[in-house]
């Protein structure tokens, strides 16, 4: 059973709240449910929707072909009819036209009466969420306006909800972070704001610096005085960041980097999604250094990961990449289960005012001070090669590659980070094996042995030029020829997917 | 004159013979070494470098710190303050550093009030790329790299640090080691961002401005007007008026030299100081790490 329920409106009318209501009263009957959000770059106006998929087994994608629709506004009727199934149902505004700014709650009242829960779940949902009265009377004249269409009964999962960007700011409270700096981008600005808010209660620092560059050089100095920090961001504000990346190669300051992309160049899409960042988080920063970079697949592996990539920093003085995406990042999912144990985090190095510490920008002998001297040269480029050495051993004790799907299949799709949800859902009962790489860098020997197994090898990537098709063809020599690659800013959705999978059947 | 020894590593000295570079190295050791004397450690002072003539420093400096990228010294510093605000850290820093490639932070360090110390080498001129114009380059600064001389006015950074409400503004000139070690021991003490202008003469690569120590002049105790009075035996004597130089008084101070030579008189000293709340006062978890004395790594959480 699966109901994809489209909600839009203007800019500012609520339409998040309409999905909140109905996603935590889901949730709490023990359903799935997966809040896509399209949204352009307007504060106030323009079009906006969310798509909210309601599952009673795990989802994590949505789907362009509606149940049902919630218009807050004439434009989204017209803008989305042509998605709606024969017999899928619309919720306009008209009827609630008198209710003002409750007519999202009266909306998402009228919802929940169509999914067929009772009416007391929903006003208690009311009360705790706004708490007004203008709110209980305007829900509860929604749900009056319905009739019944579908029987969800309660079910026996015990659902936690959470955005990608929940989930990195969780990995990181986990991981007892000290201070996190960012300046505003989207889809990065939802960790920074999370952060911020909870900053005093969990007591540690969230600061907006003058600028990415800013960020990334104050980071390595806090990291230098012995906070455990991280730094977020989205394309534009990496590149600014770029210059200190290196400052983090040679004097191996901790750092780590969270980096959610949006579609580039430049400006790019600001406020949909891409994973198109790949060759800037493996390759960024002149000279040759060592580096980490994860991109979890969903909330879960997100804070798993945020943890992993405080650890390898820690230990290793080296700079982790948590690779994220405007999908993963403001999507909202469900999961069940818990995450793993966090790790500790341990600081070795040497710190003021407990003893003497030099870090330098200039290559340097032992005591901190530049040098100019050959040997010394090869000897600290060594050591950095060497300590990468450490860094892949130590990463074999993490998952650095999922096998989902058929496990016997000789048909392997290979993909990474968001794509994770919409393949899951669209090989499901089909012959497919997939191969999810978290790991980027390094990567896993495990990689090769899979796509040696396989009979017809398949890239999906949110990118146009297959990046990490190319990764893997320098990695392992193998180059991949059947690929499904989209970059229209949208993520996939299963059914487009399963489309293109259809000649491997 | 006798060289301090302490607090200095064994590294060769790379600057040019006769660079007042080496000035500012002994002005550095003279004002922490009677920090310490006051009760400060050794193991606090925190220093960051830029990159550039002035940044050489580091390595002859036997003090922690960072050695950061061209431009970037004040956000390495205050990261180091936000890592643990019971460091005391300063930050070396050249005019090509602070004013072009970093002048975003420079303004924005003015404005945060962090508590720490900008000491800007000022040469006017990027020397260690062999001679290039800087923001404060006089006009008329001749470069291989122009095809003409300079054609660009200064810029006058204490106008700068004084409108972006720097708590802490001060010029000294580096031959002057004493007056130098006086000024940049009080820019320490100071609770908030403190900006230190100290000339430098480049006698490689703007040898023109050497001419310019004829202009200066020192200014009155720190924050005071002195008037002169006559005592009993008909000799002046300075009377110290109780009266803090505001923020307009340090404005027309600062306005009366434009960085080119020739015109105006330059002023040596505290132009300006305040106190206002700092930004590790503005912060609850830094206020907290400050009254227990300790940095991030020793919270138990």
Same mark, same amino acid.
């Given at each position: 059973?699966?109901?994809?329920?489209?909600?839009?409106?203007?800019?500012?009318?609520?339409?998040?709240?309409?999905? +909140?209501?109905?996603?935590?009263?889901?949730?709490?009957?023990?359903?799935?449910?997966?809040?896509?959000?399209?949204?352009?770059?307007?504060?106030?106006?323009?079009?906006?929707?969310?798509?909210?998929?309601?599952?009673?087994?795990?989802?994590?994608?949505?789907?362009?072909?509606?149940?049902?629709?919630?218009?807050?506004? =004439?434009?989204?009727?017209?803008?989305?009819?042509?998605?709606?199934?024969?017999?899928?149902?619309?919720?306009?505004?008209?009827?609630?036209?008198?209710?003002?700014?409750?007519?999202?709650?009266?909306?998402?009242?009228?919802?929940?009466?169509?999914?067929?829960?009772?009416?007391?779940?929903?006003?208690?949902?009311?009360?705790?969420?706004?708490?007004?009265?203008?709110?209980?009377?305007?829900?509860?004249?929604?749900?009056?306006?319905?009739?019944?269409?579908?029987?969800?009964?309660?079910?026996?999962?015990?659902?936690?909800?959470?955005?990608?960007?929940?989930?990195?700011?969780?990995?990181?409270?986990?991981?007892?972070?000290?201070?996190?700096?960012?300046?505003?981008?989207?889809?990065?600005?939802?960790?920074?704001?999370?952060?911020? +808010?909870? +900053?005093?209660?969990?007591?540690?620092?969230?600061?907006?610096?003058?600028?990415?560059?800013?960020?990334?050089?104050?980071?390595?100095?806090?990291?230098?005085?012995?906070?455990?920090?991280?730094?977020?961001? =989205?394309?534009?504000?990496?590149?600014?960041?770029?210059?200190?990346?290196?400052?983090?190669?040679?004097?191996?300051?901790?750092?780590?980097?969270?980096?959610?992309?949006?579609?580039?160049?430049?400006?790019?899409?600001?406020?949909?999604?891409?994973?198109?960042?790949?060759?800037?988080?493996?390759?960024?920063?002149?000279?040759?250094?060592?580096?980490?970079?994860?991109?979890?697949?969903?909330?879960?592996?997100?804070?798993?990961?945020?943890?992993?990539?405080?650890?390898?920093?820690?230990?290793?003085?080296?700079?982790?990449?948590?690779? =994220?995406?405007?999908?993963?990042?403001?999507?909202?999912?469900?999961?069940?289960?818990?995450?793993?144990?966090?790790?500790?985090?341990?600081?070795?190095?040497?710190?003021?005012?407990?003893?003497?510490?030099?870090?330098?920008?200039?290559?340097?002998?032992?005591?901190?001070?530049?040098?100019?001297?050959?040997?010394?040269?090869?000897?600290?480029?060594?050591?950095?090669?060497?300590?990468?050495?450490?860094?892949?051993?130590?990463?074999?004790?993490?998952?650095?590659?999922?096998?989902?799907?058929?496990?016997?299949?000789?048909?392997?799709?290979?993909?990474?980070?968001?794509?994770?949800?919409?393949?899951?859902?669209?090989?499901?009962?089909?012959?497919?094996?997939?191969?999810?790489?978290?790991?980027?860098?390094?990567?896993?020997?495990?990689?090769?042995?899979?796509?040696?197994?396989?009979?017809?090898?398949?890239?999906?990537?949110?990118?146009?030029?297959?990046?990490?098709?190319?990764?893997?063809?320098?990695?392992?020599?193998?180059?991949?020829?059947?690929?499904?690659?989209?970059?229209?800013?949208?993520?996939?959705?299963?059914?487009?997917?399963?489309? +293109?999978?259809?000649?491997?059947? | 004159?006798?060289?301090?020894?302490?607090?200095?590593?064994?590294?060769?000295?790379?600057?040019?013979?006769?660079?007042?570079?080496?000035?500012? $190295?002994?002005?550095?050791?003279?004002?922490?070494?009677?920090?310490?004397?006051?009760?400060?450690?050794?193991?606090?002072?925190?220093?960051?470098?830029?990159?550039?003539?002035?940044?050489?420093?580091?390595?002859?400096?036997?003090?922690?710190?960072?050695?950061?990228?061209?431009?970037?010294?004040?956000?390495?510093?205050?990261?180091?303050?936000?890592?643990?605000?019971?460091?005391?850290?300063?930050?070396?820093?050249?005019?090509?550093?602070?004013?072009?490639?970093?002048?975003?932070?420079?303004?924005?360090?003015?404005?945060?009030?962090?508590?720490?110390?900008?000491?800007?080498?000022?040469?006017?001129?990027?020397? $260690?790329?062999?001679?290039?114009?800087?923001?404060?380059?006089?006009?008329?600064?001749?470069?291989?790299?122009?095809?003409?001389?300079?054609?660009?006015?200064?810029?006058?950074?204490?106008?700068?640090?004084?409108?972006?409400?720097?708590?802490?503004?001060?010029?000294?000139?580096?031959?002057?080691?004493?007056?130098?070690?006086?000024?940049?021991?009080?820019?320490?003490?100071?609770?908030?961002?403190?900006?230190?202008?100290?000339?430098?003469?480049?006698?490689?690569?703007?040898?023109?401005?050497?001419?310019?120590?004829?202009?200066?002049?020192?200014?009155?105790?720190?924050?005071?007007?002195?008037?002169?009075?006559?005592?009993?035996?008909?000799?002046? #004597?300075?009377?110290?008026?109780?009266?803090?130089?505001?923020?307009? #008084?340090?404005?027309?101070?600062?306005?009366?030299?434009?960085?080119?030579?020739?015109?105006?008189?330059?002023?040596?000293?505290?132009?300006?100081?305040?106190?206002?709340?700092?930004?590790?006062?503005?912060?609850?978890?830094?206020?907290?790490?400050?009254?227990?004395?300790?940095?991030?790594?020793?919270?138990?959480?």
């Amino acid at each position: 059973m699966r109901i994809n329920i489209l909600i839009g409106g203007r800019a500012g009318q609520g339409i998040n709240k309409i999905s +909140q209501i109905v996603s935590q009263l889901m949730s709490s009957r023990g359903y799935f449910t997966f809040n896509y959000r399209d949204y352009p770059s307007v504060i106030r106006g323009g079009h906006n929707f969310n798509i909210l998929s309601i599952s009673d087994e795990r989802i994590g994608s949505h789907e362009t072909i509606i149940d049902g629709i919630i218009a807050m506004d =004439s434009l989204t009727i017209e803008l989305h009819k042509a998605e709606l199934k024969k017999d899928g149902f619309i919720i306009t505004p008209d009827e609630f036209s008198d209710l003002g700014i409750n007519l999202n709650v009266a909306q998402a009242g009228a919802l929940i009466k169509i999914l067929g829960i009772e009416n007391n779940l929903l006003i208690e949902e009311i009360n705790k969420e706004i708490g007004t009265k203008g709110a209980v009377a305007a829900a509860e004249k929604g749900f009056n306006s319905e009739k019944q269409k579908f029987s969800l009964k309660k079910l026996n999962n015990k659902i936690s909800m959470m955005t990608g960007s929940e989930a990195v700011a969780q990995g990181a409270i986990n991981s007892k972070m000290d201070i996190y700096l960012a300046y505003p981008m989207t889809p990065a600005t939802p960790v920074l704001t999370e952060l911020a +808010q909870r +900053q005093l209660k969990e007591n540690f620092l969230v600061f907006q610096p003058e600028n990415e560059i800013a960020v990334a050089n104050a980071g390595l100095g806090a990291s230098f005085a012995g906070a455990k920090v991280m730094i977020g961001t =989205s394309g534009g504000g990496f590149d600014l960041m770029t210059e200190a990346l290196s400052l983090q190669g040679i004097t191996q300051l901790p750092l780590v980097v969270y980096l959610a992309s949006r579609p580039g160049p430049a400006t790019g899409v600001p406020t949909y999604t891409a994973q198109c960042d790949l060759d800037l988080a493996l390759r960024a920063g002149h000279g040759e250094f060592p580096r980490i970079v994860i991109a979890p697949g969903c909330p879960k592996e997100s804070m798993e990961n945020t943890n992993e990539a405080f650890y390898l920093s820690n230990k290793f003085g080296a700079l982790s990449i948590i690779l =994220s995406d405007k999908h993963l990042a403001e999507s909202e999912y469900s999961y069940i289960g818990e995450i793993n144990k966090p790790l500790k985090i341990e600081l070795k190095r040497n710190f003021p005012p407990n003893s003497k510490a030099k870090a330098n920008s200039y290559e340097c002998d032992e005591t901190g001070n530049a040098t100019d001297d050959p040997k010394i040269i090869i000897k600290n480029a060594d050591a950095r090669m060497k300590n990468y050495e450490e860094i892949k051993k130590e990463c074999k004790k993490f998952t650095m590659i999922k096998i989902h799907g058929n496990k016997n299949s000789k048909n392997l799709i290979i993909g990474w980070g968001s794509t994770k949800g919409a393949i899951l859902d669209a090989i499901a009962g089909l012959d497919f094996k997939f191969l999810q790489v978290i790991y980027l860098k390094p990567l896993s020997d495990e990689i090769k042995k899979e796509m040696q197994k396989a009979k017809n090898l398949i890239l999906i990537e949110n990118n146009q030029t297959g990046q990490l098709g190319r990764l893997l063809r320098e990695k392992t020599g193998i180059s991949i020829k059947n690929r499904i690659l989209k970059y229209d800013g949208r993520p996939f959705t299963p059914n487009e997917i399963k489309e +293109q999978l259809k000649k491997w059947q | 004159m006798a060289i301090t020894r302490e607090l200095r590593t064994n590294n060769k000295i790379t600057w040019c013979p006769g660079c007042p570079n080496f000035a500012i $190295l002994e002005s550095t050791a003279r004002a922490l070494l009677n920090l310490i004397k006051q009760g400060y450690k050794k193991e606090d002072f925190v220093m960051v470098a830029g990159i550039g003539c002035h940044a050489k420093i580091f390595d002859y400096l036997d003090i922690s710190g960072i050695n950061g990228l061209h431009g970037r010294s004040l956000p390495t510093a205050m990261g180091i303050k936000m890592g643990n605000p019971n460091l005391s850290v300063f930050a070396f820093a050249g005019d090509g550093d602070t004013y072009a490639e970093g002048m975003e932070h420079f303004i924005h360090a003015c404005r945060f009030n962090s508590n720490m110390t900008l000491f800007v080498h000022d040469n006017q001129s990027f020397s $260690l790329t062999t001679g290039q114009p800087t923001p404060t380059s006089q006009l008329g600064f001749k470069s291989k790299a122009l095809p003409f001389p300079n054609p660009q006015a200064p810029i006058n950074p204490l106008r700068i640090a004084l409108s972006a409400g720097a708590s802490f503004v001060a010029r000294c000139n580096s031959k002057d080691i004493a007056g130098t070690a006086e000024i940049m021991e009080k820019a320490i003490k100071h609770n908030g961002f403190s900006f230190v202008e100290i000339i430098q003469d480049c006698l490689i690569f703007n040898q023109d401005m050497i001419a310019r120590n004829e202009l200066m002049y020192k200014l009155p105790e720190t924050s005071r007007f002195v008037s002169k009075k006559s005592n009993l035996d008909g000799a002046q #004597e300075p009377k110290v008026l109780d009266k803090k130089r505001s923020l307009d #008084e340090a404005m027309a101070l600062a306005k009366e030299w434009d960085y080119n030579l020739g015109k105006g008189k330059i002023a040596l000293g505290v132009f300006f100081q305040e106190n206002k709340k700092t930004f590790e006062e503005h912060w609850p978890q830094l206020t907290n790490l400050m009254k227990s004395k300790i940095g991030w790594k020793d919270l138990k959480r």
